[in-house]
T-cell receptor, first 113, second 110 residues
Framework: KAGVTQTPRYLIKTRGQQVTLSCSPI?????VSWYQQTPGQGLQFLFE???????NKGNFPGRFSGRQFSNSRSEMNVSTLELGDSALYLCASSFAQGATEAFFGQGTRLTVV | KNEVEQSPQNLTAQEGEFITINCSYS?????LHWLQQHPGGGIVSLFMLSSGKKKHGRLIATINIQEKHSSLHITASHPRDSAVYICAAQKGGGADGLTFGKGTHLIIQP
């Protein structure tokens, strides 16, 4: 069974640009969550999608958005990039919402210059 | 004060030693996760528990719901156990995302 796949693995963008990251969950998993990891703040929850609907959102500005498709693949978008958005972005898939085991992807390392 | 606190932040030990990493949380939870992160970023889920104790190989995780405390133990530690170990709380009452501790950076020296 294939694991969680995130693309691209590495990305360099310029301030003010926008970026789209992709996450393909494990086959059969319907919940996808996104997280940001920085040296200063550690891991922080961005949002969770289940059955194409955003179920929960963390404390991030509206520049961070996402969506989920009917095949459970998810994308997150960051508009008007700032230097502080440089981070490792991780997605995790679960079979269902709530207290179920989370399987993480390798992450996308975004650098904003 | 963070909702999830881990200790110690850094731990260096000799191969073969028994390792304990602690996690305290201040919120109601539906589950507590222990994660392992190696250099390069990939995260592996080690345990998800809501009560009692779980064991997988040389790893043991325990949780005390009344005291809001969990521990991760590594027996007969090995240099390949060197990684960052992160506990994460899944809050109760709904499908919230995980709330993470700051992590414990573990180095096992041969």
């Amino acid at each position: 069974k294939a694991g969680v796949t995130q693309t691209p693995r590495y990305l360099i963008k310029t301030r003010g640009q926008q970026v789209t990251l992709s996450c393909s969950p494990i086959s059969g998993h319907r919940s996808v969550s996104w997280y940001q990891q920085t040296p200063g703040q550690g891991l922080q929850f961005l949002f969770e999608y289940f059955s194409e609907t955003q179920r929960n959102k963390g404390n991030f500005p509206g520049r961070f958005s996402g969506r989920q498709f009917s095949n459970s693949r998810s994308e997150m978008n960051v508009s008007t990039l700032e230097l502080g958005d440089s981070a490792l972005y991780l997605c995790a898939s679960s079979f269902a919402q709530g207290a179920t085991e989370a399987f993480f992807g390798q992450g996308t390392r975004l650098t904003v210059v | 004060k963070n909702e999830v606190e881990q200790s110690p932040q850094n731990l260096t030990a000799q191969e073969g030693e028994f390792i304990t990493i602690n996690c305290s949380y201040s919120v109601g939870i539906s589950a507590l996760h222990w994660l392992q992160q190696h250099p390069g970023g990939g995260i592996v889920s080690l345990f998800m528990l809501s009560s009692g104790k779980k064991k997988h190989g040389r790893l043991i995780a325990t949780i005390n719901i009344q005291e809001k405390h969990s521990s991760l133990h590594i027996t007969a530690s090995h240099p390949r156990d060197s990684a960052v170990y992160i506990c994460a709380a899944q809050k109760g009452g709904g499908a919230d995302g995980l709330t993470f501790g700051k992590g414990t950076h573990l180095i096992i020296q041969p």
